[in-house]
């Protein structure tokens, strides 16, 4: 089965701090994604990445950038956090092709508060 | 901005009844797909149709891609306690990398 794992299920931060969340998968994907998710918004991608160094912005980039320098890996990193990015933040990795009929594998997300 | 709206948002119901999740949008997509989310974990994958008026079956549950691709159901036919979870539906536009998330419909089914 494939292995999405994120390094945290609960972080607590403070405005202004800069906020890495990690995402490692074990299927030697070369799609991984990050998205949040807010009640009643459903999920949002936030970056995707098709391989090592590339990276793609998603629909709601701002505030984010995100790392990826070896394939299993995919980091998520808030420059300077705002009250604003409080929110569950889910990683995903999928096979390489195109988005149809490729699922997309989830880590079981990280619930980030920011005081 | 492609949004995808689902209806109901909120749905609780008895063990033994049936339901239907709807998914639509404005925008044709290649592929949608449908995934439930259970507290603390997640979305899975149940499903993923490609052909417009496509049906497909998982036990209980039957998934339908409208004609046009702009649309789909989910219907759960006796739905048990198991069943509960968030259902989200995901498009995919262009057969890129991207896919557009549905607002989701949160099911309880109560024994």
């Known amino acids: 089965d494939v292995k999405v794992t994120q390094s945290s299920r609960y972080l607590v931060k403070r405005t202004g701090e800069k906020v890495f969340l990690e995402c490692v998968q074990d299927m030697d994907h070369e799609n991984m994604f990050w998205y949040r998710q807010d009640p009643g918004l459903g999920l949002r991608l936030i970056y995707f990445s098709y391989d090592v160094k590339m990276k793609e912005k998603g629909d709601i980039p701002e505030g984010y950038s995100v790392s990826r320098e070896k394939k299993e890996r995919f980091s998520l990193i808030l420059e300077s956090a705002s009250t604003n990015q409080t929110s569950m933040y889910l990683c995903?990795?999928?096979?390489?092709?195109?988005?149809?009929?490729?699922?997309?594998?989830f880590g079981d997300g990280t619930r980030l508060s920011i005081l | 901005t492609q949004l995808l709206e689902q209806s109901p948002q909120f749905l609780s119901i008895q063990e033994g009844e049936n339901l239907t999740v709807y998914c639509n949008s404005s925008s044709v997509f290649s592929s949608l797909q449908w995934y439930r989310q259970e507290p603390g974990e997640g979305p899975v994958l149940l499903v993923t149709?490609?052909?417009?008026?496509e049906v497909k079956k998982l036990k209980r549950l039957t998934f339908q891609f409208g004609d046009a691709r702009k649309d789909s159901s989910l219907h759960i036919t006796a739905a048990q306690p198991g069943d509960t979870g968030l259902y989200l539906c995901a498009g995919d536009t262009s057969g890129t990398y991207k896919y557009i998330f549905g607002t989701g419909t949160r099911l309880k089914v109560l024994a």
């Open positions: 149709v490609v052909t417009g008026g």
């Open positions: 995903a990795s999928s096979p390489p092709g195109g988005a149809g009929n490729q699922p997309q594998h």
